[in-house]
């Protein structure tokens, strides 16, 4: 069918449409969201007829017919799918229009295309509201398929590709999810600090937060003191850092409110240069008071399922690009998690079974005995191999786990537990069922002192849920601005 | 009634409940949730004759009827309300359970209470399943009135009073009605940067994130060239800073998937002492591409309105309490500021107002001319006395607002907003139709070089919106770990 073909069959659909199915204009623009069209059960041909303004960034542009028509795929973030743009050269210049990452605003009418095309539903223009430009020579992101590695050089511009706004929706999702799962089960988002003089790792992987050396000729005099920093002077008059947890914290709410839970930023100044380690992560930690091991993995297994489904149910077209580009077993792997009871395994039994598997003739490179701490290919056997869904293993050796859980009856395993999931990334859910006043801080042990309660919970990184989700490989390209040794741009 | 009395009624009782209508046990432990019971319609009546296990910590509790009977008010958070429990001589000691900060784990049978008695369900205990004492000598919290003061000492325990635990679900029901917002109507919340190497409002006010300074004599000697602080050294190898805002990296996002929001933490080292700062809080910010002023305006009321609705609906409990702890008007403040639309009036319009009340012989402690930066009386003055309802003032004087904010045609405005809410605490919703492209990053000016759009948001500190639902009068009161100077403890 020719241009001019097309047109005049637009024009006959325009002149028989019914306005009784009418799409619903964003409540603080005076455009439509994209995929309040393309996201329909119908495609959005039941809104053939209806005059919408649309706007966004054009993902490809071309000039067909001579000329005469510009034909745009038009990417507004709603949604994975592009809504079909056609403008005339009655209407506007059309040359400004159709270079990749172009921004337009544009009023139309929405039609049925002919038979052929792969669009449900087309927006055939009358009015350019807008256009920001783009020179293509200039431009960054050409149309060609960018590598991940390529665009962590361009974050501010590498959320308009389509595998980082995807990633941008899935995130989102699953942050929503964190949170409808938790409310709906009774607990209370906690907002633990950030900047802590609490230390429960370690100062050596802490940042530190500091007000004292911006000024570098005042920190060469007065602030060293017989050799070290006087501390006294800075901002909270002590040294403070950045929390690599909050789960201390957030136990002082479990021990008053007892179903708590917190989701924020998180830090580690580690020299990883790894694929799965970032300098600032999100943590999801809940607290439950009155729960022990046995209802924290009960919790711990919802949760995880409950985000699979909430994928499903929601992001299925992003999960659909996911499968496409990335990962082809990834929606497969969420319905498994989803519809599956979890596995759940002593780790005195993972071991008899890796040391079973060894008999049979499995090798792996890491020795196998009880007191090991399981290594990536022993949790992939477990979880991939011999279960195939999911596994819990609790009740770790005490050498391997922290300090402070719960020693068992045995003496010699603790109240421990991790989530092994299918696929490369694992979720170590962090255990904690407490018991032992251990910790170091008066404050902790008067929480013992003070109305003492079992209470457990974990900790899930959150970018390693996306990780397992998607499919993708690299850590730094499922958090917006990602920070590691030597990054930290924007 | 004796206590033998009102023993033989519940038994009474007991024998001709029936259990149609199930109290729920909580999914993740084997208690119910104290909500589950008192926060009924009924007050938990219909659940009499029902068999439950509860656990929390005693509010107060006493002996009676020469020790035959403990008397215990018993919460886990999940309320405001107590649970009444009675625990009998012959099932445990009773001496033990009475302290305030007690924590129980009690198993019994709901009992509609005798006449005469404020409750209208009881539980009547026939087995202690845990007991974490309290010493009341050692205790630093007891039963009497404390100062919200006082209790900033006492961060890891404070959340076990009455003010602080509401404060903890107003806050969390905030938060979730936040998050319910924006997703209702198509946001993606994005998870911006809390260290950033972007300074947006001057690194004077900013904390520094660094490695270097946790040790004193490294820095003395090979850290510092000519003078200066080889940066070069530093994790990020160069100077990093904690976030003051996340609005310009979210644009980045907003400029791809059109409509977006942060909610995450941000800092100020300022040296300020006031009850209305902190060194770190929460903020709100919305970006919406495509949307100006009005646009922004409309958002920022519907925001408003939403989460002042979600507290009538979802924690009125609590917010009778703060109405009659804290401010006896803050249940009558959010049904107006539900109900009734905000005053939009221009800066100029609110200068003439404030000019004719001046005539009228209204006396304001700041002069008033056109160009000032609006003070607090001025604001209560528009808000409280002249509209009686939420006022949005917008287009202010460029000088008092950011160089970044769009000039508006008179070449004498930009385009902002402040939404002024009545009441001591005034929400400044600051600004931003972003329009020049002044900021001086390469990578910022790259979102107006390359498809470039008009786009609006605010940001809206979240420590102020508890402070107006509440009326609390200190921001170290609204948020669980309060920083300022001198102070991050835990």
């Known amino acids: 069918m020719s241009e001019a073909e097309h047109s005049t069959l637009l024009s006959e659909q325009l002149a028989t449409t019914t306005l009784s199915d009418a799409v619903q204009k964003h409540e603080f623009s005076d455009r439509v969201l994209i995929s309040s069209i393309v996201g329909r059960p119908d495609g959005g041909e039941g809104l053939a007829g209806q005059r919408v303004r649309a706007g966004g960034w054009v993902k490809t542009g071309r000039e067909q017919g001579k000329g005469t028509f510009a034909f745009l795929e038009l990417n507004d973030g709603s949604s994975p799918e592009n809504l079909q743009v056609i403008v005339g050269a009655g209407v506007a210049e059309l040359s400004p229009l159709v270079a990749t990452g172009t921004c337009v605003v544009v009023d139309g009418v929405l039609k049925v295309p002919p038979d052929g095309t792969k669009q449900r539903i087309e927006l055939q223009v009358d ?31 590498r959320s308009r590709t389509n595998t980082i706004s995807s990633v941008a ?25 950030i900047i802590t003089t609490s230390d429960c790792e370690g100062a050596g992987e802490m940042f530190q937060v500091t007000t004292l050396i911006t000024d ?34 957030v136990e002082t709410y479990a021990c008053a409110v007892s179903n708590v839970y917190t989701f924020g930023p998180t830090f580690r100044a580690e020299n990883s240069h790894t694929s799965r380690h970032l300098a600032e992560f999100w943590m999801v930690e809940p607290e439950i008071a ?18 699979c489904q909430w994928l499903l149910d929601k992001c299925l077209d992003d999960m659909e690009f996911m499968a496409k580009n990335y990962d082809k077993s990834c929606i497969e792997r969420l319905k498994l998690v989803a519809s599956t009871p979890f596995g759940r395994i002593s780790y005195t039994e993972a071991i008899e079974l890796l040391e079973d598997a060894i008999k049979g003739g499995k090798k792996f490179e890491n020795d196998v005995e009880w007191g090991i701490d399981l290594s990536s290919e022993h949790e992939r056997f477990l979880t991939e191999v011999k279960f195939q869904k999911p596994v819990i293993v609790y009740n770790y050796p005490k050498r ?66 996306i990780l397992f989700a998607t499919g993708i490989d690299n850590i730094r390209d499922v958090i917006p601005f990602p920070r590691y040794p030597g990054k930290a741009d924007l």
Not at 136 to 146: E, Q, R, S, V
Not at 290 to 298: E, K, S
Not at 418 to 430: A, E, I, S
């Open 216 to 249: 570098s000729q005042k920190l060469g005099k007065d602030l060293i003191k017989n050799g070290k920093i006087d501390y006294s002077q800075d901002f909270f008059a002590r040294q403070a850092f950045l929390t690599v947890s909050g789960q201390l914290q």
């Open 400 to 465: 391997i786990k922290a300090f402070y859980m719960r020693l068992n009856d045995d003496s010699k395993t603790v109240a421990a537990m991790d989530v092994l999931v299918p696929k490369l990334v694992v979720l170590h859910c962090r255990i904690l069922e407490m018991g032992l006043p251990l910790e170091p801080y008066e404050w902790y042990l008067d929480l013992r002192r003070f109305g003492t309660v079992k209470h457990s919970g974990f900790g899930l990184g959150f970018e390693r849920m």
């Open 127 to 157: 009015k350019v509201v807008h256009v920001g430009p783009v020179d293509p020579a200039k431009y960054p992101l050409p149309k060609t398929k960018l590598t991940l590695e390529f665009l962590r050089d361009y974050l501010h511009l």
């Open 169 to 193: 929706r899935i995130r989102n999702a699953l942050a929503f999810a964190t949170h409808c799962f938790f409310q709906e089960h009774g607990f209370l988002y906690v907002h633990t600090p």
């Open 290 to 307: 009155f729960a022990d091991l046995q209802d924290d993995m009960n919790c711990a297994e919802a949760y995880v399922k409950y985000m």
